[in-house]
Each structure stands twice: as C-alpha cells, then as structure tokens.
C-alpha cells in the first residue's frame, strides 16, 4: 500500500478530515470549520494519503526553537497498524526542530508514542471546560 504524506492545507476538505477525527476515534464530533482554524494556526501540519483518500493526519504547535506541542494524531481505524501513524509522528517530530516536543494523546496510545522517545510527564496540567467529561475520559485525574 502506498501513502503519501503531504503538507498542502490548501487541498484539504475539512469535512472529510473532522469526520476522520470521528472515525479513529479522537473523541467528540467536530465542526470542520474549527478543525480547518486549528490546522492552520499550527505550525506544523501533515496529512496521509492512499490515493485520493485522507487516510490520516496531524499537526503540531511550536515556538520553531524550544518547544512544540502535537495534538490530533489520527488514522482511519482501516489503516492503523499499517505504520501511517508512524508515518505523521515522524514528520512531526523531524521537523519540530525543537528541544522539547509534548504531545497530547487519547489514553491508553502511550505505548504506542514511547516508541519515538515520549515519555508520560510528571508537571502537565489542564484546565478542560468539563472537568468531569474530562475525568471519565482519563484525560485528568
């Protein structure tokens, strides 16, 4: 199977990529004109595809010399375990050129992250407008 990554927002249909997010699953739906706003005030962006079809994506945050942030890792639940999410965390991180990279994930995809270095904080905190939906989420404690 071939995937091609690429970092062109301009070809992006963002309905396609919040129903991606609702697929993997990356928790609630979402109003593709905020996921289109969020991609484009990231720094850093990619996006998989086999073919034609969005197939996977993610971004990441960054003040491009200290620090960066990447958030919204997804792959179509047909395609995980075919190396795309290796594929997105790789490209993200390569080209952070950062000292510290943070990374937001769903619970229980640590082991996954671990496999390029990550490690489970210590000092992270959250403020979440629901603190409860958070707390059942295994988002907080």
């Known amino acids: 199977m071939e995937i091609s990554l690429s970092t062109d927002i301009d070809s992006i249909s963002w309905e396609e990529l919040a129903r991606l997010f609702e697929l993997a699953p ?3 739906k979402r109003d593709p004109k ?3 706003i969020a991609f484009r005030n ?3 962006r990619v996006f998989a595809f086999h073919g034609e079809t969005l ?3 993610g971004r990441a945050l960054s003040d491009g010399v200290w ?3 990447i958030y919204d890792v997804a792959v179509l639940p047909k ?3 075919k190396g ?3 594929m997105i965390i790789r490209h993200l991180v390569d080209s952070a050129k950062v000292d510290v990279i943070m990374l937001y994930a769903v619970p229980g995809k640590s082991k996954f992250y ?3 270095g990550f490690r489970k904080m210590a000092t992270a905190m959250a403020i979440t407008p629901n603190e409860d939906e958070a707390r059942k989420r295994g988002l907080i404690e």
Do not use: T
């Open 26 to 28: 990356l928790g609630k």
């Open 79 to 81: 395609y995980q375990g």
């Open 34 to 36: 905020k996921v289109e």
């Open 114 to 116: 671990e496999r390029f």
């Open 42 to 44: 990231s720094l850093l």
């Open 67 to 69: 620090r960066a942030a």
């Open 84 to 86: 795309i999410g290796s």
């Open 55 to 57: 197939v996977g994506a």
